[in-house]
């Protein structure tokens, strides 16, 4: 049974209430910022009657369900939100290790001489630089400047390339990719299952599965390996502020690979930890803390923009002028002073700031369980962007202190 010690529950209030003898959460949307608000306005008696048809179901549902998770509608897909519970799956994958199936990310190959130059004319790093086995974090950006999803790019060898991107973006991002490339471009996502294993004992459990092999690649590496006939893609990346690895396999291996991390003591996670994790991190969520509204530059992104080449992709002329001034607000961290839950869409107290953009709104918030107080971001005007630089957030009518702090709010020993 998980409990508290009444001191400090999810909620910031320092109750002991927030979860059920079992472990579990109670089921509250607002736990989970990062669904929609439609989705976090249902009740649970209306998601119970909703159809299953209605979403994707994952490959692995059965298994997911056999684990006890909860379902939840999450872009279009029907996945886990949690399991044991959200603590429990944060604590493991911040000391241990745990296993998120994330299908539900767009995944597509590009296979063709030539591949790195199709890839560098829509994406914002210069790829063509990358060697072979290596994984790059990369930005499409609309003629404009904005950001029109954030996502992982790795190169397999000379003529291979993989893509990963945003579940929400996956029709439009593959629409894009096979404008650029043509036929060379495979779209995976329906054929196969990903699996990120996160945590201090990641590597180590994948290897006993995997083989030793695993533990040869070095961060942002990639690799294919032979597991039981199939191959296995292996990247060691992920979005949880941990080592650890990704993995995509045949969907009709997947169900093993995932039986096999179980069995080697990885425990299951659901979207909820996973969101916790990734803020603790202060890594960006595309539409909360990045969407076409706001640039790589006032992000913190910039190091995702290569200008130096000369090459011609999506964007360029407008990052090219965006790079010469400073960004009218970043993104920030900010940390509760006093217990409180921050949501996205609550309102930042800038002082006599007033920088002429509007309101400053949090484009994430949660509280944090590895330091048992609120966490957020925002794009703060830049006067106010400092460490140090106290200011307050509005949270259910009170304005409850708060302070700037460096990003990110948690890092791990390495």
């Known amino acids: 049974m998980l409990t508290t010690n009444g001191t400090d529950g999810l909620d910031g209030t320092g109750s002991n209430n927030w979860h059920d003898e079992s472990g579990r959460y109670p089921f509250r949307w607002s736990l989970f910022p990062f669904v929609s608000s439609e989705s ?48 429990a799956e944060h604590a493991a994958v911040r000391s241990d290790a745990g296993i998120f199936d994330v299908t539900h990310m767009g995944r597509v190959r590009v296979e063709a001489a030539g591949a790195a130059a199709r890839i560098r004319s829509i994406t914002t790093y210069d790829v063509t630089a990358m060697r072979a086995g290596r994984a790059h974090y990369s930005l499409y950006c609309t003629p404009e400047g904005g950001i029109a999803d954030d996502v992982m790019v790795y190169r ?42 996160q945590g201090p004992r990641a590597l180590d459990l994948l290897a006993g599965v995997l083989g030793d092999e695993v533990r040869a690649l070095g961060q942002r590496r990639c690799a294919e390996l032979t597991w039981r006939g199939t191959s296995v893609f292996v990247g060691r990346t992920g979005y949880t502020g941990e080592d650890g690895a990704e993995c995509v396999i045949d969907a009709a291996t997947g169900g093993a690979l995932w039986d096999a991390c179980l069995a080697a003591g990885a425990m299951p996670c659901g979207l909820g930890a996973r969101d916790t994790l990734r803020l603790e991190a202060a890594l960006p969520l595309y539409g909360h803390d990045l969407s076409p509204e706001t640039d790589p530059y006032g992000a913190g992104l910039g190091w995702t923009v290569t200008l130096e080449d000369n090459a011609d992709f999506t964007g360029r002329a407008a990052l090219a002028a965006l790079a010469t001034r400073s960004p009218a607000r970043r993104l920030s961290c900010l940390r509760l002073l006093e217990r ?75």
């Open 40 to 87: 976090r306005n249902a009740s649970r008696e209306r998601y119970a009657r909703m159809s299953s048809e209605a979403l994707r179901p994952l490959p692995l549902r059965d298994r997911h369900l056999a684990a006890g998770a909860r379902m939840s509608p999450f872009a279009g897909w029907e996945m886990p939100l949690q399991y044991t519970g959200i603590l």
């Open 156 to 197: 397999l060898d000379d003529t291979r390339w993989l893509i990963v991107h945003n579940a929400d973006n996956a029709e439009p991002d593959a629409a894009r990719v096979r404008a650029a490339a043509g036929t060379a471009m495979r779209d995976i996502g329906g054929e196969t299952v990903m699996l990120a294993i």
């Open 340 to 414: 409180g839950v921050p949501r996205a869409g609550y309102v930042v107290l800038t002082g006599d700031v007033d920088d002429g953009h509007g309101l400053v709104t949090l484009t994430s918030g949660v509280f944090s369980p590895t330091l048992r107080i609120g966490i957020a971001m925002a794009y703060l005007p830049i006067a106010v962007s400092e460490p140090g630089t106290r200011l307050a957030i509005t949270i259910h009518g009170r304005d409850v202190p708060a302070e700037v702090v460096p990003r990110p709010f948690y890092r791990r020993d390495d």
